[in-house]
């Protein structure tokens, strides 16, 4: 670990920073840009999809996703963590341009489905590199403030899914909606050819590189983390429901406009990037495990009654709602399990985000299938199962870390992907001074 002193000595400080951050920024407005256009896709008039190819469409994506994280350490530690996040932006401008050409192809065939197939697999690829990578560039260059750097890269990250329905919706309205995955695609090529200007070195590459592709790991996961990535998993199966197929489903059973369900959606991203920061804030002074089950069950509710609300106030107010009571849920739930064991906080935290992308990615799928012969408002009631399920293993594992009386606390937001945790191994050697 770089001491702070050589680290406020390095001239391209500042421009790693803004690097890092603003690389967070575009991924999430290219990650969130595909269901943004989902009325789009569905609409009879252009791409014409059906809602089993719509589900279908995100399942390369997180096929992708949960390869490249695997797949980051080791790349890493080969050819240096600064050609994983470039590797990632190019995959992630690649997506941009594939999305841009599918337009072209409509009407030709399948061609415009494929096209967008291999759209949303390179957006997942760059999304999991490049997610990965900033994590442990947000840890390398605030030594000490490791945990609120990583918590802003993930509020640029819901910044920018909050930004791409906004941007989306400018280029709808001028009629040329594929310009917004252009513009984008441009503006991430500028950001690649800052990122080759700067030498974006992990200190750990410095200190140890083998490090970077065998990552410390002294057992197996207990079956309280196994439960955790239960937890994750629907959470992300939740959380899919809402971020995929809330602008259909606005559009569809509310009947709201194609622009208001498009706000519909940046609402929901606005409202989990919000309360993100909110329960961060939070915690720091209060304790959040009751918090921590309470929530689902006003998930629960929010999917039941949401079908029954009209108008386009009632509908936002409700998404909202929902949106801040998922806010924190994954970023807490990786900080617990990690807290659970410190040794492992890579392994658990992969764990955890390989739950969170197939509970996304299966629940878009079962959504796509489901709604060949059943309503979307039936499945998003029937979707409050999950909610149900997440609060049920919380509780347990509230209850029974409270009997043992080793209920850890909150680290404000993910540990890194990719290396040991530092705040762990800080902990870790501040108990054994005062032991």
């Known amino acids: 670990m770089v001491s702070q002193m050589q680290v406020h000595a390095d001239p391209k400080r500042r421009h790693k920073i803004a690097s890092v951050y603003l690389s967070g920024l575009l991924v999430g407005i290219s990650l969130i840009l595909f269901p943004a256009a989902g009325p789009l896709f569905t609409d009879p008039t252009l791409y014409a999809l059906d809602a089993t190819q719509f589900g279908l469409l ?10 490249a994280s695997s797949l980051t350490a080791t790349l890493a530690g080969r050819y240096g963590m600064k050609w994983v996040i470039v590797i990632g932006m190019v995959l992630t401008a690649l997506a941009m341009l594939l999305l841009v050409m599918s337009n072209f192809l409509i009407g030709v065939s399948n061609s415009a489905f494929i096209c967008l197939l291999a759209a949303t697999a390179a957006i997942g690829a760059g999304f999991g590199f490049t997610i990965s990578a900033l994590n442990a560039y947000a840890f390398d260059l605030f030594p000490g403030k490791e945990d609120s750097a990583v918590t802003a890269v993930h509020v640029m990250t819901g910044i920018g899914q909050v930004g791409a329905a906004l941007i989306l ?48 790991s002294d057992g197996r996961l207990s079956g309280r ?62 304790n959040l495990r009751p918090v921590y089950a309470i929530t689902p069950f006003v998930v629960g509710v929010i999917f039941i009654l949401l079908p029954a609300l009209g108008g ?124």
Not at 241 to 267: C, D, K, R
């Open 312 to 435: 386009p106030i009632a509908n936002y107010g409700a998404i909202i709602i929902a949106g801040l009571a998922l806010s924190f849920y994954f970023p807490y739930s990786v900080s617990l399990a990690s807290a659970e064991s410190p040794a492992l906080t890579a392994a658990v935290s992969g764990l955890l985000v390989a739950g969170l992308q197939l509970g996304n990615g299966i629940s878009a799928n079962i959504v796509g299938l489901l709604s060949q012969s059943i309503d979307l408002a039936t499945i998003f009631r029937l979707s409050a199962a999950y909610a149900v399920v997440m609060a049920v293993i919380v509780i347990y594992l509230g209850l029974s870390a409270a009997r043992k009386n080793s209920a850890p606390g909150m680290n404000d937001d993910l540990p890194c992907l990719v290396l040991p945790c530092v705040q762990h191994q800080t902990r870790d050697q501040q108990k054994e001074i005062t032991a």
């Open 225 to 286: 983390i196994w439960l955790f990535a239960v937890v994750t998993f629907t959470y992300g199966a939740i959380e899919g429901t809402f971020g995929n197929w809330t602008p259909i489903y606005l559009e569809t059973s509310a009947q709201l406009s194609a622009a208001q369900a498009v706000v519909g959606l940046s609402l929901f991203w606005a409202a989990v990037t919000g309360g993100r920061v909110i329960f961060a804030l939070l915690a720091v002074r209060l």
């Open 169 to 216: 919706s400018l280029f709808m309205g001028l009629n040329i909606w594929w310009g917004a995955p252009l513009t984008i695609a441009v503006t991430v090529a500028v950001m690649i050819s800052f990122l080759l200007t700067l030498p974006l070195k992990l200190s750990a590459e410095n200190e140890a590189p083998a490090a970077m592709s065998h990552p410390a």
């Open 58 to 67: 995100f399942t390369p994506q997180i096929v992708m996703a949960v390869v």
